[in-house]
């Protein structure tokens, strides 16, 4: 029988439900795990704070979803954690995460790599089972559902970047989608209207509930109730439609267990909230990747808001510990005008200059490999609300400078008259110019520069060493024997590629856990086909 | 404690009336720091900033409803604190920021921006944010950017040829 999708803001009385799993999150890891659970038999309840995207048509030939009109202000309200003015503690790091149905998966670029086998091999250091073999059937099983495809069509970002690395001698590589026959709105970080990327509510959300699965959009958990070792409880409450409480609760009693799926800093702020916090290891060593940003001004229109946002990267520095992942982009007014750090007339020569005629690159910074390293650590504010206390990591200041010498590079030699860095205040270089102001910018401080991270991964992590270890390698947390974290929290360190497909991924293995566990079949079906689409994988 | 301070510092606030600020209702706001985050964003957007965003006011209030609440309250605390505590003393008189010139407050702007003072570059960095962002939402700045607006609104932006013509097969650029 098929399940729903009940709007929390519009239920009028408390309720308690006892299925045999609560879901916590319906993002990347909540969805896949919800399909995997509703196939196996199970009867899954999912928690999501953030809004229903109903599939509704809209005006527009084509449109899907009438709620997402692609206007930013209005989408980053209602897909993004915090309107998308999430902050570090500091001030320094704008942090975007998703907060509605289908979490991150609705808001990001359709960038699909694998994890960095690198990365890969640490991790096996620190006692985690992954390895480029036995993950192969997982990957497998992502790029055939939902698919994850090559697409050629290139923005003139992406265009740019390739005659400027064409000039360098870099190489550089088409970065698979997931996408399908996709329009080229360029929306895809405000939603894509048009059902185009198979985000979580496009996909595996809709089929779980095809399989029985009931989701409940607009609950926020406040805390999770521990019976011995066991959680034998779930308080939620509604929120309405701008996130204040209705009033209402929710309570869930599953009868088999509870997944934590609600993203590297909710899944941690939940067990803090639960007193769940093993000794202060729940909410350390908290990874991002730092990103810094370029903008090349060119001689003609470049109409930077249209195409593929994310087809084309670099992997030539994305090695080591403190690699970084050059990709190109889209860009829109509100996103650009908030990152400009200027204000007067030169805020509005800024973006005139660098709207119509611009073209971006930006770099994912890895961090998190140095056990000296304190990195970020999720905590809670005097309300109850997470915030993630993160300072650039020193190690990273080098890279993060190099990077944006590198796409200056890149950016002049395609032929940019001039190059924006986000610094404070703004500096542009131009042909000729030296690099040394963008080598003296000092990231280390708050608002010397602008810094976002689209990637939380970390804080409840998994590890042999017991001093960091918060979930065993059967994804349970420690301690609780029906407690399960299936989402990028459990990395030991940042991943170094656009975590996307290795959350998908994970989610599946800790689906088949949990079915082996319960005595329930899990299988694979989409094993079909040949080479992944990662020549280096 | 934020609100104790925000309670202290909205008592002894005087902004400067504005005709143009004429909401009333506020979910987030309230008169007076509706009168000084005008006062900000006419100093970071300029002279008739209304303009081309007529409803800024309202939506910098709806917006506010989606922070982190002790997020917001520390905007609506850097916003009473430019207020009491950023003005300039001009022929022995204290002038509150709301009070100042454009350039004055510009002049002010400025020394946040290069504080060395984490807390006062971060006030600078949030106002120019919520400034730019929000009148940079408005369609009506969006001509003078080049931008065509979303394609939900202009299916026709989809049909358009891109500037440099798709390469369908080859991703390896051609040099010209």
Same mark, same amino acid.
Request: glycine share 8%; proline share 7%; net charge positive.
């Given at each position: 029988?098929?399940?729903?999708?009940?709007?929390?803001?519009?239920?009028? =009385?408390?309720?308690?439900?006892?299925?045999?799993?609560?879901? @916590?999150?319906?993002?990347?890891?909540?969805? /896949?795990?919800?399909?995997?659970?509703?196939?196996?038999?199970?009867?899954?309840?999912?928690?999501?704070?953030?809004?229903?995207?109903?599939?509704?048509?809209?005006?527009?030939?084509?449109?899907?979803?009438?709620?997402?009109?692609?206007?930013?202000?209005?989408?980053?309200?209602?897909?993004?954690?915090?309107?998308?003015?999430?902050?570090?503690?500091?001030?320094?790091?704008? /942090?975007?995460?998703?907060?509605?149905?289908?979490?991150?998966?609705?808001?990001?670029?359709?960038?699909?790599?694998?994890?960095?086998?690198?990365?890969?091999?640490?991790?096996?250091?620190?006692?985690?089972?992954? +390895?480029?073999? %036995?993950? =192969?059937?997982?990957?497998? =099983?992502?790029?055939?559902?939902?698919?994850?495809?090559?697409?050629?069509?290139?923005?003139?970002?992406?265009?740019?970047?390739?005659?400027?690395?064409?000039?360098?001698?870099?190489?550089?590589?088409?970065?698979?989608?997931?996408?399908?026959?996709?329009?080229?709105?360029?929306?895809?970080?405000?939603?894509?209207?048009?059902?185009?990327?198979?985000?979580?509510?496009?996909?595996?959300?809709?089929?779980?509930?095809?399989?029985?699965?009931?989701?409940?959009?607009?609950?926020?958990?406040?805390?999770?109730?521990? $019976?011995?070792?066991?959680?034998?409880?779930?308080?939620?409450?509604?929120?309405?439609?701008?996130?204040?409480?209705?009033?209402?609760?929710?309570?869930?009693?599953?009868?088999?267990?509870?997944?934590?799926?609600?993203?590297?800093?909710?899944?941690?702020?939940?067990?803090?909230?639960?007193?769940?916090?093993?000794?202060?290891?729940?909410?350390?060593?908290?990874?991002?990747?730092?990103?810094? #940003?370029?903008?090349?001004?060119?001689? =003609?229109?470049?109409?930077?808001?249209?195409?593929?946002?994310?087809?084309?990267?670099?992997?030539?520095?994305?090695?080591?510990? +403190?690699?970084?992942?050059?990709?190109?982009?889209?860009?829109?007014?509100?996103?650009?005008?908030?990152? +400009?750090?200027?204000?007067?007339?030169?805020?509005?020569?800024?973006?005139?200059?660098?709207?119509?005629?611009?073209?971006?690159?930006?770099?994912?910074?890895?961090?998190?490999?140095?056990?000296?390293?304190?990195?970020?650590?999720?905590?809670?504010?005097?309300?109850?609300?997470?915030?993630?206390?993160?300072?650039?990591?020193?190690?990273?200041?080098?890279?993060?400078?190099?990077?944006?010498?590198?796409?200056?590079?890149?950016?002049?030699?395609?032929?940019?008259? $001039?190059?924006?860095?986000?610094? %404070?205040?703004?500096?542009?270089?131009?042909?000729?110019?030296?690099?040394?102001?963008?080598?003296?910018?000092?990231?280390?401080?708050?608002?010397?520069?602008? @810094?976002?991270? !689209?990637?939380?991964?970390?804080?409840?992590?998994?590890?042999?060493?017991?001093?960091?270890?918060?979930?065993?390698?059967?994804?349970?947390?420690?301690?609780?024997?029906?407690?399960?974290?299936?989402?990028?929290?459990?990395?030991?360190?940042?991943?170094?590629?656009?975590?996307?497909?290795?959350?998908? $991924?994970?989610?599946?293995?800790?689906?088949?856990?949990?079915?082996?566990?319960?005595?329930?079949?899990?299988?694979?079906?989409?094993?079909?086909?040949?080479?992944?689409?990662?020549?280096?994988? | 404690?934020?609100?104790?301070?925000?309670?202290?510092?909205?008592?002894?606030? &005087?902004?400067?009336?504005?005709?143009?600020?004429?909401?009333?209702?506020?979910?987030?706001?309230?008169?007076?720091?509706?009168?000084?985050?005008?006062?900000?964003?006419?100093?970071?957007?300029?002279?008739?900033?209304?303009?081309?965003?007529?409803?800024? #006011?309202?939506? !910098?209030?709806?917006?506010? &409803?989606?922070?982190?609440?002790?997020?917001?309250?520390?905007?609506?605390?850097?916003?009473?604190?430019?207020?009491?505590?950023?003005?300039?003393?001009?022929?022995?008189?204290?002038?509150?920021?709301?009070?100042?010139?454009?350039?004055?407050?510009?002049? #002010?702007?400025?020394?946040?921006?290069?504080?060395?003072?984490?807390?006062?570059?971060?006030?600078?960095?949030?106002?120019?944010?919520?400034?730019?962002?929000?009148?940079?939402? $408005?369609?009506?700045?969006?001509?003078?950017?080049?931008?065509?607006?979303?394609?939900?609104?202009?299916?026709?932006?989809? %049909?358009?040829?891109?500037?440099?013509?798709?390469?369908?097969?080859?991703?390896?650029?051609?040099?010209?």
């Amino acid at each position: 029988m098929a399940g729903t999708i009940v709007e929390g803001r519009q239920v009028s =009385e408390n309720r308690t439900l006892t299925p045999d799993f609560c879901i @916590i999150g319906s993002g990347a890891a909540g969805g /896949v795990c919800a399909l995997k659970l509703s196939e196996a038999g199970f009867d899954v309840v999912v928690l999501e704070e953030g809004p229903n995207i109903p599939k509704e048509k809209g005006p527009a030939p084509g449109q899907e979803r009438k709620m997402l009109n692609e206007r930013e202000v209005e989408m980053y309200k209602l897909l993004y954690q915090e309107g998308a003015t999430r902050l570090s503690k500091n001030g320094g790091v704008k /942090v975007l995460q998703g907060r509605c149905l289908g979490g991150g998966t609705a808001v990001n670029w359709s960038a699909c790599l694998p994890p960095r086998l690198e990365t890969l091999d640490e991790w096996q250091k620190r006692g985690l089972p992954f +390895t480029r073999q %036995n993950l =192969e059937p997982y990957l497998r =099983e992502v790029v055939n559902y939902l698919p994850v495809v090559r697409n050629d069509k290139y923005n003139t970002s992406a265009q740019k970047f390739m005659l400027g690395c064409a000039r360098h001698d870099i190489p550089h590589e088409n970065l698979p989608n997931n996408t399908n026959k996709c329009r080229e709105c360029g929306s895809c970080g405000v939603g894509c209207p048009y059902d185009r990327k198979m985000s979580g509510f496009v996909k595996w959300l809709p089929d779980a509930v095809a399989l029985g699965a009931t989701i409940y959009t607009d609950t926020k958990v406040d805390r999770l109730i521990s $019976s011995n070792d066991r959680i034998s409880e779930v308080q939620a409450h509604f929120i309405d439609a701008k996130t204040r409480p209705t009033k209402r609760k929710l309570v869930v009693k599953p009868t088999k267990g509870v997944l934590l799926a609600a993203g590297a800093i909710g899944t941690p702020s939940i067990l803090l909230r639960s007193d769940l916090n093993l000794d202060k290891r729940v909410g350390r060593y908290t990874h991002i990747h730092p990103v810094t #940003i370029t903008l090349g001004k060119y001689p =003609e229109n470049t109409f930077p808001a249209y195409g593929v946002p994310d087809n084309m990267w670099t992997p030539k520095f994305s090695t080591g510990p +403190t690699g970084f992942l050059i990709e190109t982009g889209s860009f829109y007014p509100v996103f650009s005008a908030s990152a +400009t750090l200027q204000h007067g007339d030169e805020l509005h020569r800024i973006m005139r200059d660098y709207y119509q005629t611009g073209a971006i690159s930006y770099a994912h910074h890895t961090t998190g490999f140095d056990d000296k390293e304190k990195y970020g650590t999720v905590e809670l504010d005097e309300n109850g609300d997470p915030q993630l206390d993160y300072t650039i990591p020193k190690a990273n200041l080098k890279p993060m400078q190099e990077s944006l010498v590198m796409m200056t590079r890149i950016h002049l030699a395609a032929g940019a008259t $001039s190059v924006y860095i986000m610094r %404070n205040p703004p500096l542009e270089v131009k042909p000729g110019d030296t690099f040394d102001e963008i080598r003296n910018i000092n990231f280390l401080e708050s608002q010397r520069a602008s @810094i976002f991270t !689209v990637h939380v991964m970390g804080g409840c992590q998994m590890n042999k060493d017991d001093k960091r270890r918060c979930v065993n390698n059967d994804f349970t947390f420690k301690g609780k024997k029906n407690l399960w974290v299936v989402d990028a929290s459990i990395f030991p360190t940042a991943l170094g590629a656009n975590p996307q497909v290795t959350i998908y $991924s994970l989610a599946l293995w800790a689906s088949r856990e949990i079915c082996e566990q319960h005595q329930k079949p899990f299988k694979f079906n989409h094993q079909q086909g040949g080479e992944l689409p990662w020549p280096g994988f | 404690m934020a609100g104790i301070l925000s309670s202290a510092l909205n008592a002894s606030a &005087n902004p400067k009336q504005r005709n143009e600020v004429t909401v009333s209702k506020f979910d987030c706001l309230n008169k007076k720091t509706a009168l000084i985050l005008f006062a900000v964003a006419e100093a970071v957007l300029g002279e008739g900033f209304l303009l081309k965003a007529p409803k800024f #006011i309202e939506t !910098v209030d709806d917006f506010l &409803n989606y922070q982190r609440p002790a997020q917001r309250e520390q905007f609506l605390l850097a916003l009473l604190i430019a207020e009491t505590t950023f003005g300039l003393t001009i022929g022995g008189t204290f002038k509150s920021f709301s009070h100042l010139s454009i350039a004055e407050r510009r002049k #002010i702007l400025e020394k946040l921006r290069s504080s060395k003072q984490q807390l006062r570059r971060n006030i600078y960095a949030a106002f120019v944010n919520v400034s730019a962002s929000t009148y940079y939402s $408005s369609d009506l700045t969006w001509p003078e950017l080049g931008y065509a607006g979303v394609s939900v609104d202009h299916p026709e932006i989809l %049909n358009q040829p891109p500037p440099i013509p798709w390469r369908t097969n080859d991703p390896r650029p051609i040099e010209p």
